[in-house]
């Protein structure tokens, strides 16, 4: 157990940080090197500020036309992203074992906070399960790679759940926690979850197109 | 003029006995419960047999634990036994982390190493209160 304990705890989680910061890098550096070669003019009418007004829009609630047409969908995605990015950057656990392999540290969530937010991410994952199962078009639209996503998002948040509350197992459970959280960061650059990335460019392109070319909105 | 001195000599023996006996008492620890947490207790408190703990662990030295410093070096034959890890370790102002850590640093880098002990938050600070 402790020999496990020291590979996830130290070399894996170097491991997953590099893939993840590499994998960031080299996959922006082709996805631009592509959009040069194919659609060159994108950089040509890229306009920061018709970028920012479309990301304003979309990351702000309910100030898209979409999102007032689908309420209940916007107030799970944006509860479930809240929660998904900040407990795990002030969850205690994770701010006491960053202080105490590499110094430092930073404002923690008491625990109690954390735990809430970790069932919301769990009740959130649901939530898009069973979207995905009982709404045909989303149906039809899935791929098994859809489902094993949202099992990758989901197990860091159920094995840190069950390792906190110490049911039994939790030990194995600690160990599963930290694996599934190195696998997560691992297929971030890999699959869609790169839209944490791309986010801010899709909508920037977008809003350009329409802002600029089209003087239009996209929102 | 001889009585006095010898009735000192037994009060000073009762109050070394006495002391003794308190030295004991208090050497008999069961949690570790530093005062500096005491109105910010987040987990539950790290049950921690201290005798048993450092026969079974064979640890020699007091000061592998309360060690004692001087000129930022470890003084082989001193030790702080008495002192909270607190005492030293800690400034209000700059909050418990630093504390959390150099407890953790101490207890886990040793189980670590030896391939023995608790090394996960569950395994000591263990909601029913014993160790696995
Ligand atoms: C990379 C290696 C990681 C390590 C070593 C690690 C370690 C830990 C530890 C030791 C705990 C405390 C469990 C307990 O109280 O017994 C914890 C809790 C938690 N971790 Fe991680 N973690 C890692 C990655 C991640 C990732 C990538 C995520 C999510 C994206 C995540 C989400 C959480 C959450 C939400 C909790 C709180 C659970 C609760 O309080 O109910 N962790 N983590
Ligand atoms: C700031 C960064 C992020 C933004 C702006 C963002 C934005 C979005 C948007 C717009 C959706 C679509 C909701 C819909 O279908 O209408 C979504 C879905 C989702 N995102 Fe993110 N996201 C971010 C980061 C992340 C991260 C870091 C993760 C996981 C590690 C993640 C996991 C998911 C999941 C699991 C879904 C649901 C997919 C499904 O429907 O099955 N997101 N996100």
Known sequence: ?219 | MAALKSNILRLLVVFLVLAACAAAARAYVTIVEDSAFDDRQMRPQVSFEHNEHNEKAGIESCNTCHHFYENGEKRKNSDSVGMECSSCHYKAESGELELIRIYHKQCKSCHLQKEQGPVQCGQCHRKTGENP
């Not at chain 1, 399960?129 to 098994?144: E, G």
């Open chain 1, 1 to 219: 157990m402790h020999a496990i304990y020291e590979l996830a705890g130290g070399f894996l989680v170097w491991a997953a940080l590099v893939i993840f910061a590499g994998g960031t890098v080299i996959r922006m550096a082709w996805l631009a090197a592509t959009a040069r070669k194919k659609d060159a003019a994108v950089f040509h009418y890229f306009s920061f500020y018709y970028a920012l007004r479309s990301i304003l829009h979309w990351i702000v609630p309910f100030a898209s036309r979409n999102m007032r047409l689908h309420p209940v969908m916007t107030a799970v995605t944006f509860i479930f992203h809240l929660c998904l990015i900040i407990t795990p950057i002030f969850a205690a656990a994770h701010v006491i074992l960053i202080a105490e392999s590499w110094g430092g540290g930073w404002w923690y969530l008491p625990d109690a906070a954390a735990d809430i937010m970790t069932l919301t991410v769990i009740l959130g994952c649901v939530f898009f399960l069973i979207r995905r199962i009982s709404k045909k078009d989303v149906r039809y639209l899935s791929t098994a790679g859809d489902y094993i996503l949202l099992v990758i998002v989901a197990a860091p948040f159920l094995s840190g759940y069950w390792s906190y509350h110490q049911w039994s197992g939790f030990e194995i459970a600690g160990i599963v926690h930290m694996l599934s959280g190195e696998l997560l960061l691992i297929c971030i650059p890999f699959t869609r979850l790169f839209h944490m990335i791309l986010f801010p460019f899709t909508r920037g392109y977008a809003g350009s197109e329409f802002g600029g070319m089209r003087s239009a909105r996209d929102w």
